[in-house]
């Protein structure tokens, strides 16, 4: 009676060979039986099981499993059950003396009845008396050998031998996919190798301390929708108590636009230093940007000059959201706009502002105003500017209503943001 393995694999009782009818049939169902693990997809596990899944179906006692070294003319074991002489990991050329190898480079099937008299055999266990050794292909190719060893002379008539072709190519299938899924989880561990080293590189970018700057701080946040993002913020030291205060969103996200980001944050560090108006820094920073970035990218972006001598703040804006002002009331700032850099030509704007003890501004990304609810509805300026109307209210306290406001939705963007506070 058939019965199902603890590992899904289906098993036969053991049949002897002098029984021919129900030896094929055992045959047939581990044939059958062998369609199942097309689906298993770790190769070591894979060939343990075809090994002892073929002596426990068919009486055999030898079982072994060899695979072409890709880097090497040789070919390499994986499975075994029955051998004591070769262990896994051994090696033996292809062509060389010995049934497998004759196989590997002929890729035809070679039947051993009487192995004390076959000129190619290799004595390893003494109560083997014939083999089958079976090419494993894939599209006409030999990836491996399935040699099957019984303790009977001439144990494996004619009709034995076609289902333990059928099973080979079964067994060929499967370890093509156990390759192919290995290959990908390779890559898919490089790739998250790489993008968990480029997001410890843009943390670094933004871990460092804010600056100290006398009568003011400063609140920030930066939560990418991935491991790496497209918005970003950052301060630069304009000298003279002057400081550059930047707040940008690369269109799209992951890697992509985490490289549109990383370019646009350094040239804009290379120019900020040349002129204090942040509205020609903007300009320059535009032209260059048309000239590099690929068709159809483009870069929204806040930046500011803070002069805190005179606690002004000149704000230009590349297409980014208005920013919010925040003294005793809560207001969006009407100020014009540039085009988002990157796509054409364009001024920049200017607007002037004083920073009295007291007031915040503050400037903010999309991932904020366009995070979406299970209902898909969006968090909003009119939640924005209700959450600020609370007297504690700060950004940390604005990411986690932002975040519980968006819990169990599909929808994630990146989310930054900077608080400028007056004192």
């Not at 298993?40 to 068919?58: C, N, Q």
């Not at 099973?167 to 299938?173: F, M, R, T, Y």
């Not at 320059?284 to 002069?307: H, S, W």
């Not at 001598?309 to 809560?330: D, F, Q």
Request: charged share 20%; with cysteine.
């Amino acid at each position: 009676m058939e019965t199902i393995s603890q590992s899904g694999v289906l098993c036969v009782p053991a049949l002897r060979s002098n029984t021919p009818c129900n030896f094929v049939q055992a045959l047939m169902k581990l044939q059958r039986a062998a369609q199942l693990i097309t689906s298993t997809l770790d190769l070591d596990p894979l060939l343990d099981r075809v090994a002892k899944d073929i002596i426990a179906s068919t009486g055999c006692v030898e079982v072994s499993v060899w695979l072409r070294a890709p880097e090497t003319d040789e070919m390499v074991l994986h499975g075994v059950r029955g051998h004591t002489a070769n262990k896994k990991g051994a090696r033996l050329r292809n062509g060389c003396r010995g049934m497998v190898g004759q196989v590997a480079a002929s890729g035809q099937m070679r039947y051993a009845p009487d192995l004390a008299v076959d000129p190619h055999y290799i004595a390893y266990e003494l109560n083997t008396r014939s083999e089958a050794a079976l090419p494993l292909k894939i599209n006409g190719e030999v990836i491996g050998v399935l040699a099957i060893g019984h303790m009977q002379t001439d144990a494996f008539p004619h009709d034995h031998l076609q289902v333990f072709e059928a099973l080979a190519g079964h067994i060929a299938v499967a370890i093509e996919n156990a390759h192919r899924f290995k290959h990908e989880r390779q890559q898919r561990e490089s790739i998250q190798n790489e993008a968990e080293e480029a997001r410890a590189v843009q943390q670094a970018l933004f871990l460092k301390a804010v600056p100290l700057v006398p009568e003011f701080a400063f609140e920030t946040a930066w939560h990418p929708a991935r491991l790496v993002a497209g918005d970003w913020f950052d301060f630069i030291d304009l000298g003279q108590d002057r400081y550059g205060i930047a707040l940008a969103d690369v269109c799209g996200k992951g890697m992509a636009a985490a490289l549109l980001m990383s370019a646009t944050r350094a040239i804009l560090r290379s120019l900020a230093k040349l002129d204090a108006s942040p509205g020609q820094t903007l300009l320059r920073l535009n032209q260059t940007l048309c000239e590099d970035f690929p068709l159809g990218k483009f870069v929204t972006m806040i930046y500011a000059v803070l002069d805190a001598r005179s606690r002004e703040i000149t704000v230009a804006s590349a297409g980014h959201l208005l920013p919010l002002l925040i003294n005793g009331e809560c207001s969006f700032l009407e100020i014009d706009t540039g085009m988002p850099l990157g796509l054409g030509a364009s001024s920049y704007p200017e607007h002037t502002l004083k920073l009295n003890a007291g007031t915040k501004l503050l400037f903010y990304t999309d991932g904020i105003t366009e995070a979406m609810n299970r209902d898909e509805e969006e968090y909003g300026s009119t939640r924005l500017l209700h959450h600020f109307l609370q007297p504690n209210a700060c950004i940390k306290g604005l990411i986690e209503e932002v975040q519980l406001f968006g819990q169990g939705s599909d929808s994630a963007n990146d989310a930054t943001a900077v608080l400028i506070r007056s004192r």
